[in-house]
């Protein structure tokens, strides 16, 4: 099974609708990232938490809001969507080392029609 | 001044040949630094991390730093079409905090 996983992994929504993107980690991590990835712009940060009593904002976090359930449970809101918020979706979690590795979920397609 | 940088390709590289990937970063006091390979539709996956200035070694992979410049580059020999993918540069630029920034990547093509 994989040690991190994100539903849904494809999602079609309408401009206006609350969508919710869920990711779980089975490799006992303290931090948690969502990531938004666009064509040509890299991977860009939108919330962070580094444990379940400590929430982020990161670079592009208007238009979204987060949930961290538990420790292996890490929830991206868009309250709101829009066509602009059509982008790929990433998880990751890390141990929370100095010198850190982040491990990426698969990934959920989402288009705001 | 985008603090990581890359150039977004696309690099083409003969099969068997050196790879040559480089990034520039504007923090000074950047500490880690990371290179991921992402295929196409897939999510990114670390080849290897450098802190120290000069060469780190992982089979074919090659990570070069050099903090007075800036620059921190990647290295693949005898490159493979199973190569060919787009390859992120990720510095931690806010040692304490512990958070990646990305380039935008370089997108590697390895001709047969």
């Known amino acids: ?113 | 001044q985008k603090e990581v940088e890359q150039n977004s390709g696309p690099l083409s590289v003969p099969e068997g040949a050196i790879a040559s990937l480089n990034c520039t970063y504007s923090d000074r006091g950047s500490q880690s630094f990371f290179w991921y390979r992402q295929y196409s539709g897939k999510s990114p996956e670390l080849i290897m991390f450098i802190y120290s200035n000069g060469d780190k070694e992982d089979g074919r992979f090659t990570a070069q730093l050099n903090k007075a410049s800036q620059y921190v580059s990647l290295l693949i020999r005898d490159s493979q079409p199973s190569d060919s993918a787009t390859y992120l540069c990720a510095v931690v630029s806010n040692f304490g905090n512990e958070k990646l920034t990305f380039g935008t990547g370089t997108r590697l093509t390895i001709i047969p």
Not at chain 1, 12 to 40: A, F, N, V
């Open chain 1, 1 to 113: 099974d994989a040690d991190v996983t994100q539903t849904p992994r494809n999602r079609i929504t309408k401009t206006g609708k609350r969508i919710m993107l869920e990711c779980s980690q089975t490799k006992g991590h303290d931090r948690m990232y969502w990531y938004r990835q666009d064509p040509g712009l890299g991977l860009q940060l939108i919330y962070y938490s580094f444990d379940v009593k400590d929430i982020n904002k990161g670079e592009i976090s208007d238009g979204y809001s987060v949930s961290r359930q538990a420790q292996a449970k890490f929830s991206l809101s868009l309250e709101s969507a829009i066509p602009n918020q059509t982008a790929l979706y990433f998880c990751a979690t890390s141990e929370g080392l100095a010198i850190d590795t982040q491990y990426f979920g698969p990934g959920t397609r989402l288009t705001v029609l």
